[in-house]
């Protein structure tokens, strides 16, 4: 019994012919032609909505790119340098009386420098920070008169303790604008909540 089974298959296509009905190709060819056009119509409507979607969230972040580099104006900010430079070496400061000064002096720097670091400044409250801005470069101001009266005189109870109440109303003044920056803020924030209700 071992057959071919090509020439059995092939004698078997031989003897049975398949007749496809009249028209056949025809009526395959318009039920075709139906049903790819609108596919293509919902598939180039969908392309255009993906355009005008990519085009819109390009447009946002451009927006936002550019409101946030706007907004970060060069502000100008007065950090406290206690460090000497070459021209003044003529005299001592006020760090440089002590160790437990140097250490007052130290501790009070930097909390006014970070105070000053993590102020967010906008538009919005730009005027309150420029105002407090002028009262700090009038301490710093008075503080650099009274090291230079601590050069002329030598140290004293009442120029130490003015350099130090100095120091003190420096970071005071930046810990009242934060907190006023955070009422703004929070006020604003209230505000917005209330007009979108």
């Not at 190709?25 to 119509?41: K, V």
């Not at 003529?90 to 420098?113: C, H, M, R, T, W």
């Amino acid at each position: 019994m071992a057959r071919d089974l090509k020439k059995l298959f092939d004698k078997e296509r031989e003897e049975q012919t398949f007749k496809m009905k009249r028209e056949h190709e025809a009526r395959f060819l318009a039920r075709l032609e139906e049903s790819l056009p609108q596919e293509r119509e919902q598939t180039s409507l969908w392309n255009t909505w993906r355009v005008a979607a990519s085009v819109i969230l390009l447009v946002g972040v451009g927006i936002f790119a550019y409101v946030q580099i706007n907004t970060t104006e060069d502000v100008p900010i007065t950090v406290v340098d206690t460090e000497k430079s070459k021209e003044d070496d003529k005299g001592f400061s006020f760090g440089d009386l002590s160790p437990d000064l140097k250490k007052v002096e130290n501790y009070y720097v930097a909390n006014i420098n970070m105070e000053l670091s993590q102020l967010e400044i906008s538009e919005a409250n730009k005027e309150l920070v420029d105002s407090f801005m002028e009262r700090l470069a009038e301490l710093n101001s008075e503080y650099q008169n009274l090291n230079a009266e601590l050069n002329e005189l030598g140290p004293n109870d009442q120029t130490i303790g003015a350099l130090i109440e100095n120091l003190q109303l420096r970071l005071q003044l930046l810990q009242k604008l934060k907190k006023k920056l955070n009422q703004l803020k929070s006020s604003k924030n209230e505000q917005i909540t209330k007009n979108s209700i």
